[in-house]
Every structure is written in structure tokens, then in C-alpha cells.
Nanobody
């Protein structure tokens, strides 16, 4: 059974930091890209960052560069998201997700964060991050 379990969310003051964790199991970690997404009710889901297990590369949309850092412990098949200098507008439900694209697709992380998949993707339940002003 595929599982992605997020943790580490909570309430933090503006300017503070949080570290989210995504513990994964049930699939071949090195064949997937792992992304962090966030969602606010009434708004579209937003891609935050992505880790590619095959080459250990990372990807951030331009809007997310600077304050967020994704990393992974491949031995633990766990992906982390360090968030610094948090702002109230970072308040959202943060999900991690895994997607398989195969070996023929390029820019897999960019595609995944833009919402493209090949139908083999798995999602966690999310962890709430609330940033107070």
C-alpha cells in the first residue's frame, strides 16, 4: 500500500520557520519525483517544490525560490520542506505527492508542479501551516 504521511505543520508567527516531513512507503522511491504543494480553500493548488530521486535534483517555481528548501533522506524515503521567513500568505494545507513519469519524460518536476501527471501519482492527506501576523 502506498502511503505518504506529512507532519510538521502548525501555527507560527510571521518571520518564523517550519520543517515539514513527508514519510513515504509502498513504492520504489527512486523511480518517482516527490513534490510539495499547497492549497488554500477557494484557490488553485500551488506547486511549491520538487525532488527528483533519480538524480537528486530539486526544482522550485520562480515564486517559491529563496525561502523554501526541499531535501530528502533517501534511506528513510522521506522528503523535507524547510520553510523560512514565513508570511501570512504562506498559510495553507501543504501536501506531498509522488509521481511516476518513466524515463522518457524531461523536466518531470516542473511538469508535476504544473499539475501534469501520467496518472500514476499518490497524495498525502496534508499538514496545515498557519502563519500569524
Amino acid at each position: 500500500e502506498v502511503q505518504l504521511v506529512e507532519s510538521g505543520g502548525g501555527l507560527v508567527q510571521a518571520g518564523g520557520s517550519l520543517r515539514l516531513s513527508c514519510a513515504t512507503s509502498g513504492f520504489r522511491f527512486e523511480d518517482y519525483v516527490i513534490g510539495w504543494f499547497r492549497q488554500v480553500p477557494g484557490k488553485e493548488r500551488e506547486g511549491v517544490s520538487c525532488f527528483s530521486s533519480s538524480d537528486r535534483s530539486t526544482y522550485y517555481p520562480d515564486s517559491m525560490k529563496g525561502r523554501f528548501t526541499i531535501s530528502a533522506d533517501t534511506a528513510k524515503t522521506t522528503v523535507y520542506l524547510n520553510m523560512n521567513s514565513l508570511k501570512p500568505e504562506d498559510t495553507a494545507l501543504y501536501h506531498c505527492a509522488a509521481a511516476w513519469f518513466g524515463s522518457s519524460w524531461y523536466n518531470q518536476c516542473a511538469k508535476f508542479l504544473q499539475g501534469r501527471t501520467r496518472g500514476r501519482d499518490y497524495w498525502g492527506q496534508g499538514t496545515q501551516v498557519t502563519v500569524s501576523s
